[in-house]
């Protein structure tokens, strides 16, 4: 049950120009890395002035994302610039005595939250229902809306419902076409006022938008957001919306399309889901194969507050510090047949992923907030509508993935809708 290979931008072989290679950045983050890069134990370069170093060593990983962590507490200013105008400090970009204080109220607020995904799922279940037998489904479109209402009712319960989820998610993507790609590039080099002036429009209109549902949704005690302090509400359902949405939703259309790329996987799915058993083993296998494949943050970003030295190099303060889970999950060290999809090697039995070389959610004090939220919902999502429908690629060139700050499959992928049972 293995042998599809799903697409992956082509990498470069041995060292390319400083100007090629932000070229490429600007074109998408999954281009800069070189062949090489997934064969050994770390880069490092010198960016207009600026010293990068890539980490790929398990040793190293572990030095700078958990037991230096706090050598590498603050991530890249230009992150938070682009950030800091929509989530404000919000946990992402919250930096010393704040985010202490709210990363504990966050975990235990995402801890009680009340069950309701069942509901949006099968409201979305009845959608497919009601369509044509064989009906074009644009995928990637489709799996942002799901998700957008699965996040909107975690964070405000029953106050968060589709429509306003398709208003926010529009806003969301007209600032995230801001900050991606070239623009990407230019944002960071442009000073901070007019970066504001750039993005603050957008951010301005999305809080807008957001402060009537956290009204509704406190006064009704529902959802997430009833349990953080008002003062830290706006900015973090905010935050939580923009670090959640294009990640869950890239996992779930990555899901998708490995699947109508893999018919054998895609049959042990269907046998697992008729069985009805309680227990997924092959569907928790696939989104996290899906996850190592595509993985919807496929760069993590520090910087070294002071000088210091992981296993393997010494790190100059000042250093842009890199891992990308895009990288360690296709090294030929770690994996076999690294670009294959595979969900069997996260079956029950098969030998666990090494330390530190399998990282979707990031690791360490900074993981993520949402990751048990993330593999619940996407489960739910995924055993309910794959065992009623099948989505099927159409005829034509496979999608080639981008990055920016988050990975995208494609812009729109449009897929064929059948029926599996009556
Ligand atoms: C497939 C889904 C997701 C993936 C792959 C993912 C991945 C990540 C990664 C890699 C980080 C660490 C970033 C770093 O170390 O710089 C992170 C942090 C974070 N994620 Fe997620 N995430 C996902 C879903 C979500 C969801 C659904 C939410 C919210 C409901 C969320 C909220 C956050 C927050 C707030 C942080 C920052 C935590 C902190 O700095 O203390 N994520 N995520």
Not at 50 to 68: D, G
Not at 155 to 172: E, N, S, T, V
Not at 352 to 369: D, E, H, I, Q, S
């Amino acid at each position: 049950m293995s042998g599809a290979t799903p697409p992956f931008p082509p990498r470069h072989k041995g060292e390319i120009p400083v100007t090629e290679l932000l070229a490429k950045a600007s074109r998408s983050l999954l281009e800069v890395w070189g062949e090489e890069m997934f064969r050994n134990s770390g880069t490092t370069l010198e960016v207009l002035g600026q010293r990068l170093i890539i980490f790929n060593r398990p040793a190293a990983i572990e030095a700078v994302l958990v037991t230096q962590a706090e050598s590498f507490a603050a991530k890249p200013p230009q992150l938070s610039k682009l950030l800091a105008p929509l989530m404000g400090q919000g946990l992402f970009i919250a930096e010393g005595a704040r985010w202490r204080a709210r990363r504990p109220l966050t975990t235990a607020a995402m801890a009680e939250l009340a069950d309701g995904l069942d509901a949006v799922i099968a409201a979305w279940a009845a959608q497919w229902a009601a369509r044509p037998e064989g009906d074009t489904i644009e995928l990637i479109g489709a799996m942002e809306q799901v998700s957008a209402e699965m996040l909107l009712r975690l964070l405000f319960g029953p106050a968060g419902d589709a429509a306003a989820a398709a208003q926010i998610m529009r806003l969301a993507h007209a600032y995230r076409a801001k900050i991606s790609g070239a623009g990407l590039i230019t944002l960071m080099a442009l000073p901070d006022p007019l970066v504001r002036l750039r993005l603050g429009g957008d951010a301005k209109r999305i809080r807008a938008v957001v402060a009537p549902l956290i009204a509704r949704a406190r006064k009704a005690g529902s959802g997430l957001i009833a349990a953080l302090p008002a003062d830290a509400a706006a900015e973090e359902v905010i935050s939580l919306f923009g670090m959640g949405h294009d990640a869950l939703s890239g996992l779930l259309a990555a899901t998708w399309f490995l699947l109508a790329e893999a018919p054998e996987v895609e049959a042990a799915l269907h046998a697992e889901l008729d069985s009805g058993a309680e227990d997924r083993p092959m569907t928790r296998a696939v989104l996290r194969e899906a996850l190592r494949l595509y993985p919807p943050v496929p760069l993590i970003a520090r910087v070294a507050g002071r000088a210091t030295q992981v296993p393997g190099m010494a790190v100059p303060q000042g250093s842009l510090a890199f891992v990308s889970p895009w990288l360690v999950h296709r090294h030929a060290d770690h994996w076999e047949a690294p670009d294959e999809f595979r969900p069997a090697r996260f079956l029950p039995g098969a030998p666990a992923p090494a330390p530190f070389t399998y990282l979707p959610f990031g690791l360490g004090p900074r993981g993520c907030v949402g990751e048990a939220f993330t593999l619940r919902a996407a489960e739910q999502a995924l055993a309910t509508l794959a065992r009623r429908f099948r989505l099927a690629r159409l005829p034509g060139r496979a999608p080639i993935p981008t990055a920016g700050l988050t990975l995208s499959l494609a812009l729109r992928l449009p897929m064929r809708l059948t029926r599996r049972t009556g």
